[in-house]
T-cell receptor
Framework: DAKTTQPPSMDCAEGRAANLPCNHS???????VYWYRQIHSQGPQYIIH???NNETNEMASLIITEDRKSSTLILPHATLRDTAVYYC?????????????FGKGTMLLVSP | DAGVIQSPRHEVTEMGQEVTLRCKPI?????LFWYRQTMMRGLELLIY????????DSGMPEDRFSAKMPNASFSTLKIQPSEPRDSAVYFC??????????FGQGTRLTVV
């Protein structure tokens, strides 16, 4: 069962904001939304995570809807180096034993 | 910290040979994960350890695959005998309890 739904691909112009959507309509109350990305030929890289409040760090912002059924990852000023596959993952936060299950993600292509 | 270190980065072997992949997790992390990535199946969790103890190996595809973690700073994933369908990129990841996971650069395995 896919717990998240993401568009397979998106394009973005360099310098513009990239807004990557994710649907997680069956998310449980104790599940966090995590975002990872994978640049070609590298291992996945953690970006950000949140429970219900919006979050921001040096890499991105995460906007979670009030009903928590969807979220958006925002890269405020995309660069060519942000071209990667972006994975949205829901994961219980209460247990260290919870694992990351990767779907197909969104391939973001940032163009000059 | 140098991050999660995997070796070798590339491995080419003949069908039927034994292959051993190695991983050094980040110091202080008590969870270690082995993933496999292929074009067809994406990123799949094979097995994970907590405090050197295997917790869930349900993702290990066959008895030909085995993983060990003899101490907190070292883990191996062994395939014996190897088959062409085992060709993939194998990632190791580690994390502290309830924290984000850090991935290594992966080992690209080709079985001919």
């Amino acid at each position: 069962d896919a717990k998240t739904t993401q568009p397979p691909s998106m394009d973005c112009a360099e310098g513009r904001a990239a807004n990557l959507p994710c649907n997680h309509s069956t998310i449980s109350g104790n599940e966090y939304v995590y975002w990872y990305r994978q640049i070609h030929s590298q291992g996945p890289q953690y970006i950000i995570h949140g429970l219900k409040n919006n979050e921001t760090n040096e890499m991105a912002s995460l906007i979670i809807t009030e009903d928590r059924k969807s979220s958006t990852l925002i890269l405020p000023h995309a660069t060519l180096r942000d071209t990667a596959v972006y994975y949205c993952i829901v994961r219980p936060g209460y247990s260290g034993y919870s694992t990351l299950t990767f779907g197909k993600g969104t391939m973001l292509l940032v163009s000059p | 910290d140098a991050g999660v270190i995997q070796s070798p980065r590339h491995e080419v072997t003949e069908m039927g040979q034994e292959v051993t992949l190695r991983c050094k997790p980040i110091s202080g992390h008590d969870y270690l994960f082995w993933y496999r990535q292929t074009m067809m199946r994406g990123l799949e969790l094979l097995i994970y350890f907590n405090n050197n103890v295997p917790i869930d190996d349900s993702g290990m595809p066959e008895d030909r695959f085995s993983a060990k973690m003899p101490n907190a700073s070292f883990s191996t994933l062994k395939i014996q005998p190897s088959e062409p369908r085992d060709s993939a990129v194998y990632f190791c990841a580690s994390r502290a309890d309830r924290d984000e996971a850090f991935f290594g650069q992966g080992t690209r395995l080709t079985v001919v």
